[in-house]
């Protein structure tokens, strides 16, 4: 069993940066994929980034693609995203998120361990 905790949400002007963070207990084994969803008011549960729990391989949404960095800490059970250049777009609740696998992929339904969020607010 996998837990997740985020933490790091704000609010922030646009233009700013923010750093997310997830703590990860029942240690995931290394064949684990760790992501980043957000949900805004109204609209659909989005995937925004990717990474594998060992290993290089990343995966970003187009909309936060050079803007957005995801990161892990594996010896303090971490997984970090830096935003930066943020806009009032990326105002949303962020979900940490992990499931079984290799393979970084963008489906929510895939996805078997969820936080509970942390907002994210971006004025202009």
């Known amino acids: 069993q996998v837990q997740l905790v985020e933490s790091g949400g704000g609010s922030v002007q646009a233009g700013g940066s923010l750093r997310l963070s997830c703590a990860v207990s029942g240690r995931p084994a290394s064949n684990y994929v760790m992501a980043w969803f957000r949900q805004a008011p109204g609209k659909e549960r989005e995937f925004v980034a990717g990474?594998?729990?060992?290993?290089?391989?990343?995966l970003y949404a187009d909309s936060v693609k050079g803007r957005f960095t995801a990161s892990r800490d594996n010896a303090r059970n971490t997984v970090h995203l830096q935003m930066n250049s943020l806009k009032p777009e990326d105002t949303a609740v962020y979900y940490c998120?992990?499931?079984?696998?290799?393979?970084?992929?963008?489906?929510?339904?895939?996805?078997?361990?969820w936080g509970q969020g942390t907002q994210v607010t971006v004025s202009s």
């Open positions: 998120a992990s499931k079984r696998g290799i393979v970084v992929i963008r489906t929510l339904g895939q996805y078997e361990y």
């Open positions: 990474i594998r729990w060992i290993g290089e391989s990343s």
